[in-house]
Antibody, heavy 120, light 114 residues
Framework: QVKLVQSGGGVVQPGRALRLSCAASGFSFGLYSFHWVRQTPGKGLEWVAV????????FYTDPVKGRFTVSRDNSKNILYLAMNSLRVEDTGMYYC?????????????WGQGSLVTVSS | DIVMTQSPDSLAVSLGERATITCKSSQSVLRSSSNTNYLAWYQQKPGQPPKLIIY???YRESGVPDRFSGSGSGTEFTLTINNFQAEDVAVYYC??????????FGQGTRVEIK
């Protein structure tokens, strides 16, 4: 069955870095685009970034542009989110979520979430 | 960006009764080329990730009970839960994927038992 298992996350100081991972199984990873979505008490669900199935296209929400980088290893079936220059407002639960090849559909499967806390 | 606005923010429903949640988008999410509304509904229970329950505004995801239904077109949409059950207590979100990026969500509606 389809599984997205997340790892990473934790407590970091402002300005530091963190990397999240999302390991996929049960389907052909390389055929799907993937998103990162975060959930914060103040903003609810907020889309963060997307990477195309072939890894050639990425888009980011404005608040994370230049600080976050999404990548994928199709040989290992893993999606990553590298977060640099973290800010207090980046605190929240981060989810990876699957989309279609063209990234034009709803998100049909989600990871269990990774909690990121940015605090001094 | 398309802004998604849900109402109400919270709702208390008696078991066996009907719950109705509205979602309005600031621009139409209907793709004229396919005559399809790019609108999804998710259910999120405490401690769990969101779960897709409705796609294309009115299509139930596989395995979702038929007491859940979606309707609407263009800029106004409704999620209806008939015969409300205790396991339906959750926060419900709408999402548009018509004009992206960004993909945008409503603020959520919390549904509880009255």
């Amino acid at each position: 069955q389809v599984k997205l298992v997340q790892s990473g996350g934790g407590v970091v100081q402002p300005g530091r870095a963190l990397r999240l991972s999302c390991a996929a199984s049960g389907f052909s990873f390389g055929l799907y685009s993937f998103h990162w979505v975060r959930q914060t008490p103040g903003k609810g669900l907020e889309w963060v970034a997307v990477m195309s199935a072939d890894g050639r296209k990425t888009f980011y929400t404005d608040p994370v542009k230049g600080r976050f980088t999404v990548s994928r290893d199709n040989s290992k079936n893993i999606l990553y989110l590298a977060m640099n220059s973290l800010r207090v407002e980046d605190t929240g639960m981060y989810y990876c979520a699957r989309d279609t090849t063209a990234a034009e559909r709803e998100f049909d499967y989600w990871g269990q979430g990774s909690l990121v806390t940015v605090s001094s | 960006d398309i802004v998604m606005t849900q109402s109400p923010d919270s709702l208390a429903v008696s078991l066996g009764e009907r719950a109705t949640i509205t979602c309005k988008s600031s621009q139409s999410v209907l793709r004229s080329s396919s005559n399809t509304n790019y609108l999804a509904w998710y259910q999120q229970k405490p401690g769990q990730p969101p779960k897709l329950i409705i796609y294309w505004a009115s299509y139930r995801e596989s395995g979702v009970p038929d007491r859940f239904s979606g309707s609407g077109s263009g800029t106004e949409f409704t999620l209806t839960i008939n015969n409300f059950q205790a396991e339906d207590v959750a926060v419900y979100y709408c999402q548009q994927h018509s004009q992206t990026p960004p993909w945008t969500f409503g603020q959520g509606t919390r549904v509880e038992i009255k």
